[in-house]
């Protein structure tokens, strides 16, 4: 199924993603996680792209695969292109669509000290370009609400969208943010650019110190100060502070709903338990949506 679809059909879409086990582990390690995720009844589940080194290592298109055919459910690859070439792109491309795969998330990727761009994609937007001439895929791409770490300004970075979107993106995931005034400045801005496409936003809950500082670190994401008073005060209550950081994610979802989102995308980090929490709290008021009633 194009997720594009999806978009038409339903008021609200909701979404989960999640990542591939280590290379060194088997896939089946997430069979369970996918178990419990499947009865959530996500819109669709998308695959991080899960880079071991090589590219017959990367388990995304395996994962990918295993989502539709043995769950039944729609799924999204991630597929990045900083660090390749046009020919292992293409590579790429075949398995995918060999694995029945119709729909991929095109990235740039992150740049890494170690590691240079081979030099044939510096943007994501040459990506999307690229897929869009290769195969018959349904093409999303990634926006950034609080600007993309390598480009703090934001009206170059909305440009960079509107490129996506010209390109072939046929909608749009957010990067997690905090702080839901950056997503609404963020959807404001892009109406000026009239970008059409829908946008999803991305929404992490968070259940440990760490992981905040790790991802704030990568992405830059600021961090309010009423989620800063929950850290300080639960940090060493790890149930606390997991039942805190499940509760703001869920007040976030809340809020963005009722004013009139295009779509939630959870990242899961792998933790049915938290999916189920969340999902248990805002189904009723999902389907409350797509059935076309005011909440």
């Given at each position: 199924?194009n997720?594009?679809?999806?978009?038409?059909?339903?008021?609200?879409?909701?979404?989960f993603?999640?990542?591939?086990?280590?290379?060194?582990?088997s896939?089946?390690?997430?069979?369970?996680t996918?178990?419990?995720?499947?009865?959530l009844?996500?819109?669709?589940i998308?695959?991080?792209?899960g880079?071991?080194?090589?590219?017959?290592?990367?388990?995304?298109c395996?994962?990918?695969?295993?989502?539709?055919?043995?769950y039944?459910?729609?799924s999204?690859?991630?597929l990045t292109?900083?660090?390749?070439?046009?020919?292992?792109?293409?590579?790429?491309?075949?398995?995918?669509?060999?694995?029945?795969?119709?729909?991929?998330?095109a990235?740039?990727?992150?740049?890494?000290?170690?590691k240079?761009?081979?030099?044939?994609?510096?943007?994501?937007?040459?990506?999307?370009?690229?897929i869009?001439?290769?195969?018959?895929f349904?093409?999303?791409?990634?926006c950034?609400?609080e600007g993309?770490?390598?480009?703090?300004?934001?009206?170059?970075?909305?440009?960079?969208?509107?490129l996506?979107?010209?390109?072939?993106?046929?909608?749009?995931i957010?990067?997690?943010?905090?702080?839901?005034?950056y997503f609404?400045?963020f959807?404001?801005?892009?109406?000026k650019?009239?970008?059409k496409?829908?946008?999803?936003?991305?929404?992490?809950p968070?259940?440990?110190?760490?992981?905040?500082?790790?991802?704030?670190?990568?992405c830059?994401?600021?961090?309010?100060?009423?989620f800063l008073?929950?850290?300080?005060?639960?940090?060493?209550?790890?149930?606390?502070l997991?039942?805190?950081g499940?509760?703001?994610?869920?007040?976030?979802m809340?809020d963005?709903?009722?004013?009139?989102v295009?779509g939630?995308?959870?990242?899961t980090?792998?933790?049915p338990y938290v999916a189920k929490?969340?999902?248990?709290?805002?189904?009723?008021?999902?389907?409350?949506?797509?059935?076309g009633?005011?909440?």
């Amino acid at each position: 199924m194009n997720i594009r679809e999806l978009f038409e059909e339903k008021n609200l879409v909701f979404s989960f993603e999640i990542f591939p086990p280590k290379v060194s582990s088997s896939v089946e390690t997430i069979y369970n996680t996918l178990e419990e995720l499947k009865d959530l009844t996500p819109d669709y589940i998308s695959v991080t792209y899960g880079a071991g080194g090589s590219l017959t290592e990367n388990r995304t298109c395996e994962l990918s695969s295993l989502v539709k055919s043995k769950y039944g459910i729609e799924s999204l690859a991630h597929l990045t292109c900083i660090n390749s070439t046009k020919e292992e792109i293409d590579f790429l491309l075949r398995d995918l669509k060999n694995a029945g795969i119709e729909n991929i998330l095109a990235l740039r990727g992150d740049m890494t000290s170690h590691k240079l761009s081979k030099g044939e994609f510096n943007y994501a937007s040459e990506l999307v370009n690229h897929i869009k001439r290769r195969g018959d895929f349904n093409i999303v791409g990634a926006c950034y609400p609080e600007g993309h770490i390598d480009c703090k300004d934001l009206d170059r970075d909305i440009l960079n969208l509107k490129l996506k979107e010209e390109a072939g993106a046929s909608h749009f995931i957010s990067q997690l943010f905090f702080d839901n005034n950056y997503f609404y400045d963020f959807l404001e801005k892009k109406e000026k650019y009239n970008i059409k496409s829908p946008i999803q936003a991305g929404i992490m809950p968070v259940i440990n110190k760490k992981q905040v500082e790790r991802i704030t670190s990568l992405c830059g994401t600021n961090i309010p100060k009423k989620f800063l008073k929950i850290m300080d005060r639960y940090e060493h209550n790890k149930e606390a502070l997991r039942d805190a950081g499940i509760a703001y994610a869920t007040e976030q979802m809340v809020d963005l709903i009722s004013s009139g989102v295009d779509g939630i995308h959870l990242y899961t980090m792998n933790n049915p338990y938290v999916a189920k929490r969340i999902n248990g709290s805002i189904s009723s008021i999902i389907n409350s949506v797509n059935n076309g009633n005011a909440i």
